[in-house]
């Protein structure tokens, strides 16, 4: 049976294999959407594929979801990604513009609609771009009807941070905390929650104009930094979702995100696990 789901303004269509219900994806759920005119993407989790002999792996990664490898072959215009996890291995391939993909489940597997929805994430990512759209690793919180995004590597605290301003700001809602969208449309940049939170139930089909965007580093001291031009592009860049060796997906993050960061304040704050960096954080941003 197929499926629609509407995250960041953009619908796309899921069919599962015969006896799976749309339970194995909870965190959809918000997202369920009517039939679209066209869908952005369509993933069909009921093919039955191998990884070809001429696949070469030209990306791994790992992460809370496990190891992934991504895969391009001779004898395929698209490429093929490899998802690990709790020692089991499930295979997609998509096309070349990310466009149709299909995946390989171990249905047996208790893990499987985890690894559906890494396989709909990995594709929602790059399909994104095309409308103005990036996918960016980052905790995300609304206060007085705007959004701020946290980002920083595996550790840095940015869930720690979106708390502490839950928590010196009266009013203050997580919106998602770990993969929200940021969306340029027309004069406004506007994030969005999605069915990716990592470990946080917190799957809210809402969005919200960006305040701003700020990445975090530990520190002895509360120290907030405004970051412009090219010095902004880098500092969110990072926490970008791309596949970075497919050029034409890459060139529209770069597009899009020189956009974001002429319409956004960027920042990076040098801080504590305290509410002063709270403090400190929102005040380089709003003046």
């Known amino acids: 049976m197929t499926h629609r789901y509407n995250v960041a303004g953009i619908t796309f269509a ?9 339970e194995v994806l909870p965190s959809f759920a918000p997202f369920v959407a009517a039939d679209a005119a066209e869908d952005a993407f369509f993933f069909d989790a009921s093919a039955s594929f191998d990884l070809p002999g001429d696949a ?3 990306l791994m ?3 809370d979801m496990g190891v992934s490898r991504v895969f391009d072959s001779p004898s395929w215009e698209g490429f093929f990604v490899e998802l690990t996890f709790a020692g089991t291995s499930h295979l997609m391939r998509v096309d070349a513009g990310f466009r149709r993909g299909e995946g390989c489940l171990k249905w047996d597997d208790p893990y499987a609609g985890l690894v559906l929805g890494s396989m709909l994430r990995i594709t929602f990512a790059q399909v994104a771009l095309s409308y103005g759209a990036i996918s960016l690793h980052s905790s995300c919180v ?3 009807g705007r959004a701020y995004l946290f ?4 550790g840095t605290g940015k869930s ?3 708390r502490l301003w839950m928590k010196a700001f009266p009013g203050t809602m997580l919106l998602n905390d770990d993969n929200p969208a940021i969306r340029v449309e027309g004069d406004v940049v506007n994030a969005y929650g999605t069915p990716w939170s990592g470990k946080t139930h917190c799957y809210k089909n ?3 104009p960006v305040g701003g965007i700020v990445r975090l580093s530990q520190a002895p001291a509360n120290v907030f930094v405004r970051k412009k031009d090219v010095e902004g592009f880098l500092e969110v860049y990072q926490g970008c979702s791309v596949l970075r060796t497919d050029g034409a997906l890459h060139d529209q993050l770069c597009d899009a995100l020189m956009q974001v960061i002429e319409m956004v304040p960027v920042g990076h704050l040098e801080c504590l696990p305290d509410e ?5 954080c929102r005040d380089g941003l709003i003046v």
């Not at 980002?151 to 595996?154: D, I, K, R």
């Not at 002063?276 to 400190?280: C, E």
Request: aromatic share 4%.
């Open 142 to 144: 609304v206060n007085e």
């Open 14 to 22: 899921v069919a599962l294999p015969e006896g799976v219900s749309a």
């Open 151 to 154: 980002m920083g590597t595996s």
């Open 56 to 58: 070469s792996c030209i």
């Open 160 to 162: 720690t941070h979106s």
């Open 61 to 63: 990664d790992s992460n």
């Open 206 to 208: 809402l969005r919200f």
């Open 276 to 280: 002063d960096a709270a403090r400190v």
